[in-house]
């Protein structure tokens, strides 16, 4: 049972446009969410986080917004650039400090 | 400042053989975490610990074995190896269980059983 969910596997953009990537979430416990960024044959990296006691966190060109009543968030990339291409995770967590990862999704922002 | 270093990168094991993956930090974060990830899927706990002496299973940890007998390290045991395990395994770590700048995870390993 998947409690956290990245139903697009990819997303292809043009540069200099937005970016949306989105995730939902079945586990009303969870309390903050976080969004991993990945590159080839590299660990995940730490992008942004949100806590549910917020409805947006902004970071630079990242944006993260919660919709906690939809169990929804998504990560904004604005303007997108070629070195946004990475497969994108979201991540869930609550008290027990143990994050719950979603499938990932590859973004592909084209020149 | 080397953050979380994993040995090794890359290892191939016959099927029944056992090995050691090693994780070590140097931030001296009190949580750690072995994740593993199967093509196309997220990653998914196998340990976790969350100080020295302390360790406990996540969502997959048949098959695995773990220790912390210091804040730097918290190696990883596979005994009896099966290609069922056949993963990429990140390590990381964090202070105080992530809440707000999230785990720092190492490069990986990529473990072939055949």
């Known amino acids: 049972d998947q409690q956290v969910k990245q139903n697009s596997p990819s997303l292809s953009v043009q540069e200099g446009r937005i970016s949306i990537l989105n995730c939902d979430y079945t586990n009303s416990m969870f309390d903050y969410f976080l969004w991993y960024k990945k590159y080839p044959a590299e660990g995940p990296t730490f992008l942004i986080s949100i806590s549910s006691i917020k409805d947006k966190n902004e970071d630079g060109r990242f944006t993260v917004f919660l919709n906690k009543s939809a169990k929804h968030l998504s990560l904004h990339i604005v303007p997108s650039q070629p070195g946004d291409s990475a497969v994108y995770f979201c991540a869930a967590g609550g008290a027990n400090s143990k994050l719950t990862f979603g499938k990932g999704i590859t973004l592909s922002v084209r020149p | 400042n080397a953050g979380v270093t994993q040995t090794p990168k890359f290892r191939i094991l016959k099927i029944g053989q056992s090995m050691t993956l090693q994780c070590a930090q140097d931030?001296?974060?009190?949580?750690m975490y072995w994740y593993r990830q199967d093509p196309g899927m997220g990653l998914k706990l196998i340990y976790y610990s969350v100080g020295a002496g302390i360790t406990d299973k996540g969502e997959v940890p048949n098959g695995y074995n773990v220790s912390r007998s210091t804040t730097e390290d918290f190696p990883l045991r596979l005994e009896l190896a099966a290609p069922s395990q056949t993963s990429v395994y990140f390590c990381a770590s964090s202070y105080s269980g992530g809440r707000i700048y999230g785990y720092t995870f190492g490069s990986g390993t990529r473990l072939t059983v055949v």
């Open positions: 931030m001296n974060h009190n949580y």
